[in-house]
Structure formats: C-alpha cells, structure tokens
DNA sequence: CCCCGGCCTTACTTTTACCTTAATTTTGAT
DNA sequence: ATCAAAATTAAGGTAAAAGTAAGGCCGGGG
C-alpha cells in the first residue's frame, strides 16, 4: 500500500443497494479496491484470504450480527474496523467502539463524511509516522554537552548547572551559533527591563559561563569575544 | 508517555461548566493530566507550552473559531484533535472532518461514547510507538520508592501517604524528570483555576513532598530547585 | 448538629544563592 | 605607547525560596 487510498477495503453488509453505494462511494473517492461480503461466513473467508486494509460492517447480518464478527476478526487483525448502523441507539453506539471498533456511523450517512472518517483513521493507522520524540536539546562542544531542558552541563571534571541568566545567555548564544550575539541583544534575551550598567555584569555572566562550559576560562574554545562587536558560540564540529 | 491513559490532553471551551464536566469525565476514565483554555490566544500559549498528547476543541470560542485554531495547531503538530460542539449541521461537520480532525462530536454528548472514541484514537496513534510494555506506576528514588497507584512512599523509616495535591505534583515532576519544570506550570497540573497567592502555596507543598520523599529535606537530593526557573527531580540514577 | 482532624491556604520571618557593583588588571588594536 | 574594550576579582545587596505557624475549609464520627 502506497498511499492510503490504494487501500483493500472489505464491506460486509446483505443489502445490495447498500454494497452498490458504498463501493460507488469509494471508488469516487479514490479507494481503489472495494471487495464486498453478503453475510459472516463470506465475510470471515475473504478476510482470511484477501487480507484487507480495512473493514466496514453492518450491524445487522443475516447469519449473525456485525458486534461477535467484529470481535472475532479483531482477535485476528488490528486493521481498521468500523460500524454501519440504522440502530442509532445509545447502547450500540457504546458497545460498537467499547469492542474496539474505530467508529460507528449511523444511517443514514453523508458520503463525504464517510469518506472523511475513514481515509482519517487508515491515516491515522498507516502513517503514525507521528514526529518522533524530539531528541533532547543539547549543545554539543567537544567533550562539554549542555542540555537545557535540566540546565546541566555535562564536562570531563563532573556536572555542573546554569543558574536562570546563563541558561539565557547560554540559549540565545546557542541559537546563533556560529553568529555574532551583541551585548545589547544578550542583555534583551536574559533581562526583562533595560539593564543600565550592563556593561560589565553581562561580562561577569560570561565569565561564569566560560568557567562552565570551557576547559580553561582564559583561553575560550567555545565562548568567544569579538571585539567590538560582541560574542560567538564556536559552530559545532563536525565529527 | 507510558501508557495511553497518561496521555495530557488540552481541552479548549469558553464554557467552564462544559470544562469541569469534561476534566470530570476524563479524570474517572482515567486520563491522568486535563489542562484546559478558554480562548484562542491561551490555547495557542499552552499548546506551545505544554505540548499536550490530545487536543479537544469547542467550535466556537471567545477569540476565533475552533475550525481556524485548530488548523493553524495542525499546522505544527500531528497529535490527535478532536472536535465538541454544539452545531450539528452537517457542513460543520464535514468541515471539522475536512480540516484533519479526528473526530466530531456533538453535544449533548455521552460521556462514555466521548472516552471511547478519544482513547481509540489515541490508541491508533500512540500505540504503535509503544515499544515497552507498560511499566509499573512508580517511582525509584534511591531508597525511596513512590507508586502513584496507591499514592504511598516507601523510605527506610516506614510508609508515608500523599495527599492529592502532592500527588499531583509529583506526578508532573516524576513526567518531566530530570527536566526543569515551572512553577507555573506546577500549578497548572494540581489545581483547576488558577491559584492567585501560588508563591508560597507551591513551596509549602514542595517543602512537604521534601519532608516525605528527602532524607534530609534540608539538603533534598531529589526534588531540586532551581533558582527563578523551577523545580527538577533529580534524573534517575541507572545502577 | 457540632466537634474534630486532616488537608490546604495564608501570612510572616529568615536564609541563601544568585546577581550586581565597583575597582583593578589585562588585552589588543591603532 | 596609548587607550578603550574586555577580563578578572571580591564584596555587598537583593529577591527568590525556605521555613514556621496559625487560620480556614470540609467531610466523617460522635
């Protein structure tokens, strides 16, 4: 299966102008395969052998009802399974998803809606290529790591943590890193209010910072000046 | 995430009775965290913010249209969304459906069929991603275990119960371990409205989970904090 | 019905980790 | 050599958090 519409779909329901619809349905919607079962023995054969990408009941079958076929194919397959139903009662509705079943439409139906749901759901089945967990924010510098989210920096010599300004400083740094940071725009990202004589108290920060992240402090690998102008995180190489 | 049902689902609704009722619902199904909004504008914040499993929208709000917020979310995100309203017609529906949402459901609503489509949904998408069975409800700290099921910490010195706000509280440091997590955000996930005088109230409940899970509360090992950011729980030790 | 006890909240004081200041030294461009 | 920019120190101030105690709410038992 490429795309979800070139999905198999099995219907199972005894009457035929019900069968003709929903295959006109699909096609027009662009499923390429609709094959289709009278009653549950047809149904539970054809499963087995065509295997398809999804299925589609009726409650009400004339050798057995939709909810034990349903159950019993679910024991088998986790493929998408729903419910066609002139029974708008409550306790249908409620025992059709309690047994697992991925909706319950009731007739009579919108074809768009039907086609809406179900191409949703074999989405939802088919590419759960939901965005993997985001691996953790690190910074990586040679042999130091800082992870931002716990505010540890990881170095040869132990852990150390970043108080709230150098997780600032350090943060806005890393997300222009290999760029010029101004003093101005360093300040603007770690305090809330102008800060007047900010001259040094940001180089204070710095240095603390350096004494974190560098292996000596005096002679930053990572954490560089550029006079004038301001300061750099190191680009990361690339091992 | 370890099992679907500590899924966070946000629930956005201008309705505070339809909120409670809903947070209700959820909390005896089981849903561990509920968080909710009441316009657009603090939809987007938490969103961003708290990066919830699920999404429940009402269609209309304060500040906009669910429709078009719940479009811009998918935009950045894939995580299951689903609409609640009270406009059945038809063209609200296809157009809810259109938009990539999961589901549609109109109220009035039964709160049984709302968990049952919700948690099958979450199912599909999380499911898959499910590698590791579902590990115990606790918590191993050193000496001290804590299991969230019967809210009872083990230290060396016999057993201590949680009250519920620690348990909260806990809960939310324990999902976030070894990551800072705000003040704010503390307070969200244990109380409902939001806390007015909260500057202390946390720290007095902080200062009480210190008393049951610390050895020394004084020098806690565990329940860190981190100064004008958060709290941290310590990240797990692997032996 | 009222009292009691557990839990939560408020209000206030004390502590301390972090930030800022300021004074001095070093560096690097011209 | 000169001077401004940046680094370095160490000490003091400050606001965040800790600590403590008392009051309030609510549900269960007498």
Redesign the pocket.
């Known amino acids: 299966m490429k795309t979800i519409f070139e999905a198999k779909l099995l219907v199972v329901d005894d009457e035929p102008e019900i069968i003709k619809l929903l295959k006109t349905i699909l096609h027009q919607a662009g499923f390429a395969q609709v094959i289709s079962a009278e009653n549950c023995r047809q149904a539970r054969e054809l499963f087995a052998l065509e295997k398809p990408d999804g299925v589609i009941f009726d409650v009400t079958l004339p050798d057995g009802d939709g909810f034990s076929l349903m159950q019993e194919l679910r024991q088998q397959s986790n493929v998408p399974m729903l419910f066609l139903s002139a029974r708008d009662e409550d306790e249908n509705r409620l025992l059709g998803l309690g047994l697992g079943a991925d909706d319950y439409i009731t007739k009579p139906f919108l074809p768009r809606e039907l086609v809406l749901r179900l191409s949703g759901i074999l989405r939802r089945v088919y590419q759960p290529l939901l965005t993997k967990p985001p691996a953790e924010e690190c910074l990586v510098l040679g042999a130091v790591t800082v992870n931002f989210k716990s505010g540890i920096v990881q170095t040869s010599d132990g852990e150390k943590?970043l108080?709230?300004?150098?997780h600032a400083l350090l943060k806005k740094l890393w997300q222009n890193q290999g760029h010029i940071v101004t003093?101005d725009s360093l300040c603007r990202s770690?305090?809330d209010d102008d800060?007047?004589?900010?001259?040094?108290?940001l180089?204070?920060?710095?240095?603390?910072l350096?004494e974190k992240i560098e292996v000596d402090?005096?002679q930053?690998q990572y954490l560089l000046?550029?006079?004038?102008?301001?300061?750099k995180l190191a680009a990361e190489t690339k091992p």
Request: glycine share 10%.
């Open positions: 943590t108080t709230a300004k150098e003093a770690a305090w800060l007047y004589g900010y001259e040094n108290t180089m204070v920060h710095i240095r603390r350096r402090p005096s930053p000046t550029v006079r004038g102008m301001g300061y």
